[in-house]
């Protein structure tokens, strides 16, 4: 079975590679000139990657979106530039004397036409094109230097007015390739992404067939999967015998503070996702205080997602360093010292990644790539904070490995579950690291790509791996499951989830300047990945079996585990459906739609994973007297409904009407301040403040659980 899994990783990696190669030849060219028509110059050699580079040294994605990929307040500056320019290319046809009819055709003709000679890297327009383009890009620098508090734009966000032009040569670009006809196609370098009927942009017909043709194989495999299962013997569990909670040895209670840690992370992430939302209705203020030079918008939306990744990999991190020790029935001399080290310097990294990310907003390290803001959502930290993290990652996985020797040493002669173990641990670093293949000067296209690779890959897909092996090792010494069933099951959902989920990885990408191809292998692939949610209804009702089979608290890292299953199937799966499909994706790209998604699948997901891992790692070496039932309880549902209640009266609602209000205006609409600070907007976005304060109370509590329980840890000796 593993070399299938091995086969089904290397196709799938090949796919994603050509993909890749495919994203480099066909990514929409950037001029070394833009001309007008009679030969003035309006953008010289360098100036768009200049501005690409502005744009992202002050927080790029966390102001506004380009492509579609970012922030949701403040505007997508492809949408926005493409129709400003269109319209101010329009007014001038106007004034020319031609009818409506004529001055529409005319638009969308020069827009489509492309211009761009490759031969000597000169992109020459159109003459009321080329003054249109001066005049938004004067409207388009003014708010990037002036600011929006609208939109949480803080004043002199660009502190130059030449910088600002910069900048706006960039969305203007951005605009260019969404609307210029790529060679030999009918649509353009964005497959006619975003809607704009000014200039003739639709959804391409091919669009729609791969979106008919990816829910019907989703069909076929949920049929597949039923079928399958249905197949598979239902073993009772056959000897359920809880681990004994006993007294960690030095390196488990260093461990143990990791998740201290780490639940003070998932406590300040909350309170900047609660600051974050609150910039919607009052534009980086707080009740009148002003915060645009204290924690403006994309500060704050920087920390909240930085903080989410840094507290959810601690957890898991934490997790392989306690079950090294477990699993081999020993521990290596020096341990706990490395232990502990790698937490000090991970403590470094996470400070001074939000420091460099929060001053790079404020203008003081933005021209920092080492130190300051890369600019991309989920990978913000400045490159040395980044290789530093990919350092300390090699250094745990030495930790993880000369732990589990013994233990390994053991299952020499077959691929069990320990070496599973260990090869999804080995992917951790080895996965991040593609982090490093991007600057600032990457051309978007290809830095879209590889960003891709760590959010998607990394932790959608590896972690989750390293994840499920380390559950089935523990339900296995736990008499919960025979190994020779848990490897079975292991190797099916890797088998599944990376076969897919690999492919996959372009469904962030149809409308990032990638071919046609990617659109088709991207939506297909996505669809599948939703097949093994199907069996989930029967994997929570396991765990909460498994929980009661074992008692002594273990119930507890159980019902945490069904909550993922639950989140799996209603996040990934069907809140992901709502987006996947590029028929769906084409009219709700940068909406909040995709919030939806992203809440319910990030925290929904992989928070509520990590948190049932920590609590599996804490029942081991907790005493009684320590662990707080009440407290999980109080987080659990805590964290459950307010995440229901945040989905159901604020994200869903907003989501539903910004997507309601692109399919009748286009994006650019959408995302105006007219929607976004329009009456409906603002009051779902006061209706979160239910869900907000009960999810931050779950976290409160799960925080007060894990303080005690690590106390406890650190003062239970071996003489008791």
């Given at each position: 079975?593993?070399?299938?899994?091995?086969?089904?990783?290397?196709?799938?990696?090949?796919?994603?590679?050509?993909?890749?190669?495919?994203?480099?030849?066909?990514?929409?060219p950037?001029?070394?000139?833009?001309?007008?028509?009679?030969?003035?110059?309006?953008?010289?050699?360098?100036?768009?990657?200049e501005?690409?580079?502005?744009?992202?040294?002050?927080?790029?994605?966390?102001?506004?979106?380009?492509?579609?990929?970012?922030?949701?307040?403040?505007p997508?500056?492809?949408a926005?530039?493409?129709h400003?320019?269109?319209?101010?290319?329009?007014?001038?046809?106007?004034?020319?004397?031609?009818?409506?009819?004529?001055?529409?055709?005319?638009?969308?003709?020069?827009?489509?036409?492309?211009?761009?000679?490759?031969?000597?890297?000169?992109?020459?327009l159109?003459?009321?094109?080329?003054?249109?383009?001066?005049?938004?890009?004067?409207?388009?620098?003014?708010?990037v230097?002036?600011?929006?508090?609208?939109?949480?734009?803080?004043?002199?966000?660009?502190?130059?007015?030449?910088q600002?032009?910069?900048?706006?040569?960039?969305?203007?670009?951005?605009?260019?390739?969404?609307?210029?006809?790529?060679?030999?196609?009918?649509?353009?370098?964005?497959?006619?992404?975003?809607?704009?009927?000014?200039?003739?942009?639709?959804?391409?017909?091919?669009?729609?067939?791969?979106?008919?043709?990816?829910?019907?194989l989703?069909?076929?495999?949920?049929?597949?999967?039923?079928?399958?299962?249905?197949?598979?013997?239902?073993?009772?569990?056959?000897?359920?015998?809880?681990?004994?909670?006993?007294?960690?040895?030095?390196?488990?209670?260093?461990?143990?503070?990791?998740?201290?840690?780490?639940?003070?992370?998932?406590?300040?992430?909350?309170?900047m996702?609660?600051?974050?939302?609150?910039?919607?209705?009052?534009?980086?203020?707080?009740?009148?205080?002003?915060?645009?030079?204290?924690?403006?918008?994309?500060?704050?939306?920087?920390?909240?997602l930085?903080?989410?990744?840094?507290?959810?990999a601690?957890?898991?991190?934490?997790?392989?360093?306690?079950?090294?020790?477990?699993?081999?029935?020993?521990?290596?001399?020096?341990?706990?010292?490395?232990?502990?080290?790698?937490?000090?310097?991970?403590?470094?990294?996470v400070?001074?990644?939000?420091?460099?990310?929060?001053?790079?907003?404020?203008?003081?390290?933005?021209?920092?790539?080492?130190?300051?803001?890369?600019?991309?959502?989920?990978?913000?930290?400045?490159?040395?904070?980044?290789?530093?993290?990919?350092?300390?990652?090699?250094?745990?996985?030495v930790?993880v490995v000369?732990?589990?020797?013994?233990?390994?040493?053991?299952?020499?002669?077959?691929?069990?579950?320990?070496?599973?173990f260990?090869?999804?641990?080995?992917?951790?670093?080895?996965?991040?690291?593609?982090?490093f293949?991007y600057?600032?000067?990457?051309h978007?296209a290809?830095?879209?790509?590889?960003?891709?690779?760590?959010?998607?890959?990394?932790?959608?897909?590896?972690?989750?791996?390293?994840a499920?092996?380390?559950?089935?090792?523990?339900?296995?010494?736990?008499?919960?499951?025979?190994?020779?069933?848990?490897?079975?099951?292991?190797?099916?959902?890797?088998?599944?989830?990376?076969?897919?989920?690999?492919?996959?990885?372009?469904?962030?990408?149809?409308?990032?300047?990638?071919?046609?191809?990617?659109?088709?292998l991207?939506?297909?692939?996505?669809?599948?990945?939703?097949?093994?949610?199907?069996?989930?209804g029967?994997e929570?009702?396991?765990?909460?079996?498994?929980?009661?089979?074992?008692?002594?608290?273990?119930?507890?890292?159980?019902?945490?585990?069904?909550?993922v299953?639950?989140?799996?199937?209603l996040?990934?799966?069907?809140?992901?459906?709502?987006?996947?499909?590029?028929?769906?994706?084409y009219?709700?790209?940068?909406?909040?739609?995709?919030?939806?998604?992203?809440?319910?699948?990030?925290?929904?997901?992989?928070?509520?994973?990590?948190?049932s891992?920590?609590?599996?790692?804490?029942?081991?070496?907790?005493?009684?007297?320590?662990?707080?039932?009440?407290?999980?309880?109080?987080?659990?549902w805590?964290l459950?409904?307010?995440?229901?209640?945040?989905?159901?009266?604020?994200?869903?609602?907003?989501?539903?009407?910004?997507?309601?209000?692109?399919?009748?205006?286009?994006?650019?609409?959408?995302?105006?301040?007219?929607?976004?600070?329009?009456?409906?907007?603002?009051?779902?976005?006061?209706?979160?403040?239910?869900?907000?304060?009960?999810?931050?109370?779950?976290?409160?509590?799960?925080?007060?659980?894990?303080?005690?329980?690590?106390?406890?840890?650190?003062?239970?000796?071996?003489?008791?």
């Amino acid at each position: 079975r593993w070399l299938i899994v091995l086969l089904i990783l290397l196709a799938g990696f090949g796919v994603l590679g050509l993909g890749g190669r495919s994203i480099a030849k066909a990514a929409p060219p950037i001029p070394e000139q833009v001309l007008a028509a009679d030969g003035a110059v309006l953008v010289d050699a360098g100036q768009i990657t200049e501005g690409q580079k502005l744009y992202l040294g002050h927080g790029g994605q966390h102001i506004g979106s380009v492509w579609g990929h970012g922030a949701y307040l403040a505007p997508d500056w492809t949408a926005k530039a493409l129709h400003q320019w269109a319209e101010h290319t329009l007014n001038r046809f106007r004034g020319q004397g031609l009818s409506e009819a004529e001055a529409k055709a005319r638009t969308a003709s020069v827009f489509q036409a492309n211009t761009y000679d490759a031969a000597t890297g000169v992109l020459q327009l159109e003459a009321n094109q080329a003054e249109a383009y001066r005049a938004a890009r004067a409207e388009l620098a003014k708010v990037v230097h002036e600011g929006d508090r609208q939109v949480s734009i803080p004043a002199r966000w660009i502190p130059e007015a030449a910088q600002a032009e910069r900048v706006a040569d960039f969305f203007l670009w951005t605009a260019w390739s969404a609307s210029a006809r790529r060679p030999g196609t009918a649509a353009s370098y964005t497959q006619n992404w975003p809607q704009e009927p000014l200039v003739g942009n639709a959804i391409t017909p091919v669009s729609h067939l791969w979106s008919i043709l990816s829910i019907v194989l989703l069909l076929a495999g949920v049929g597949l999967m039923v079928w399958y299962h249905a197949r598979q013997p239902h073993e009772a569990f056959p000897e359920p015998k809880a681990i004994p909670a006993a007294p960690g040895t030095d390196s488990q209670r260093w461990s143990a503070l990791y998740f201290a840690i780490a639940m003070a992370l998932f406590l300040v992430q909350v309170g900047m996702g609660v600051l974050t939302a609150h910039d919607a209705v009052e534009g980086n203020a707080l009740y009148g205080l002003d915060l645009s030079r204290i924690m403006p918008y994309a500060a704050s939306r920087t920390w909240h997602l930085q903080l989410a990744v840094f507290w959810i990999a601690t957890c898991w991190l934490a997790m392989g360093l306690y079950l090294g020790p477990k699993l081999s029935g020993r521990e290596p001399k020096g341990q706990a010292l490395g232990v502990a080290g790698l937490l000090l310097a991970l403590v470094v990294v996470v400070v001074g990644a939000l420091v460099g990310g929060h001053q790079a907003v404020l203008g003081k390290l933005s021209g920092s790539f080492l130190l300051g803001h890369q600019g991309y959502e989920y990978v913000e930290l400045g490159r040395l904070w980044q290789i530093l993290l990919t350092a300390g990652m090699v250094i745990w996985l030495v930790l993880v490995v000369r732990a589990l020797r013994p233990a390994l040493q053991a299952e020499r002669g077959h691929l069990g579950l320990l070496k599973l173990f260990l090869l999804s641990a080995v992917a951790i670093p080895l996965f991040y690291s593609a982090g490093f293949m991007y600057t600032r000067e990457t051309h978007l296209a290809l830095a879209e790509y590889w960003r891709w690779w760590v959010v998607h890959l990394w932790v959608e897909g590896f972690f989750e791996v390293f994840a499920t092996v380390a559950i089935a090792l523990l339900s296995t010494r736990m008499g919960l499951l025979r190994e020779s069933t848990a490897l079975r099951a292991v190797n099916l959902s890797m088998g599944l989830f990376l076969g897919s989920g690999v492919i996959g990885t372009f469904h962030h990408l149809y409308y990032t300047g990638s071919p046609a191809l990617v659109s088709a292998l991207g939506s297909v692939f996505s669809a599948l990945e939703i097949v093994p949610l199907t069996i989930v209804g029967y994997e929570i009702v396991q765990s909460l079996r498994a929980g009661r089979a074992l008692g002594s608290g273990y119930e507890w890292p159980f019902k945490y585990f069904a909550a993922v299953c639950f989140w799996n199937f209603l996040g990934a799966g069907i809140f992901g459906l709502l987006i996947n499909p590029p028929s769906v994706l084409y009219f709700s790209q940068g909406l909040n739609t995709t919030p939806i998604h992203s809440h319910a699948a990030l925290f929904g997901v992989y928070g509520f994973l990590a948190l049932s891992l920590m609590l599996f790692a804490l029942r081991g070496m907790t005493p009684d007297r320590a662990w707080d039932g009440k407290l999980l309880g109080y987080g659990f549902w805590g964290l459950n409904v307010g995440l229901g209640l945040m989905l159901v009266l604020s994200l869903i609602p907003s989501g539903l009407y910004q997507f309601a209000q692109s399919l009748e205006h286009g994006t650019w609409f959408a995302r105006s301040a007219e929607v976004v600070q329009g009456p409906f907007m603002r009051t779902v976005t006061w209706l979160r403040m239910p869900g907000d304060v009960l999810f931050g109370l779950g976290a409160l509590a799960i925080l007060l659980f894990t303080v005690k329980a690590v106390k406890g840890a650190w003062q239970w000796k071996k003489a008791e």
